[in-house]
């Protein structure tokens, strides 16, 4: 299993951008290809994947498309999933078993564990965020992170188009909305350019 540490090492320093879910993600797919490090929220590696972009690393709680996840992580992506209580255990348990080399588990609560590691944040999104502040990078981008959008299909394996936030999501998102707007504060006061496409 990865420290952090080594988790950074591909981020510190480097120009990073984040590929989230909403629907405009679909728009910035040229300009994702040519970026130094990606980080993927869950879903959105099914499009990357679809047009040829790796992500360096994915931030996923295992609610997005396994077969993705899975495809990326042999050819060398990052996993970091976030443990909690929606989790199937023999999901964790078969990611464990077969990726540990490229698998970082993380929880959300501050402390220390033997197996995890603290990455702050709500969901997905934040927790990629959140992961690439702690890393120190040279700028963030942020695309397809507009909580106000539709959710893009590719998103969850059962959407098959863009669609309105349902009132659950909407809640989250808008639990989302206040803490990537407290993330990018942070980031600029750490002398993180951020920014958002």
């Not at 993927?40 to 099914?46: C, H, I």
């Amino acid at each position: 299993m990865l420290s952090l540490d080594q988790v950074c090492a591909s981020i510190r320093s480097r120009d990073v951008c984040i590929a989230g879910g909403s629907s405009s993600l679909a728009l910035f797919l040229d300009e994702l290809a040519s970026c130094d490090t990606v980080i993927s929220v869950d879903g959105a590696t099914t499009i990357l994947s679809r047009h040829g972009i790796l992500p360096r690393v994915i931030v996923s709680d295992l609610d997005g498309a396994w077969s993705w996840l899975i495809n990326a992580a042999a050819q060398g992506s990052i996993l970091a999933v976030h443990v909690h209580g929606d989790n199937y255990p023999y999901a964790v348990q078969f990611l464990m078993s077969n990726f540990l080399p490229k698998l970082i588990v993380s929880h959300q609560c501050p402390g220390h564990g033997a197996y995890s590691v603290f990455i702050p944040g709500f969901t997905d999104g934040e927790r990629a965020l959140g992961l690439a502040l702690l890393c120190s990078p040279r700028s963030i981008t942020l695309y397809g992170m507009r909580t106000w959008e539709k959710v893009g299909h590719w998103s969850k394996p059962w959407l098959r188009i863009n669609t309105e936030p349902w009132p659950l999501k909407a809640r989250k998102l808008r639990i989302a909305e206040f803490i990537i707007e407290l993330f990018m504060v942070y980031g600029l006061k750490q002398g993180a350019r951020i920014r958002r496409r």
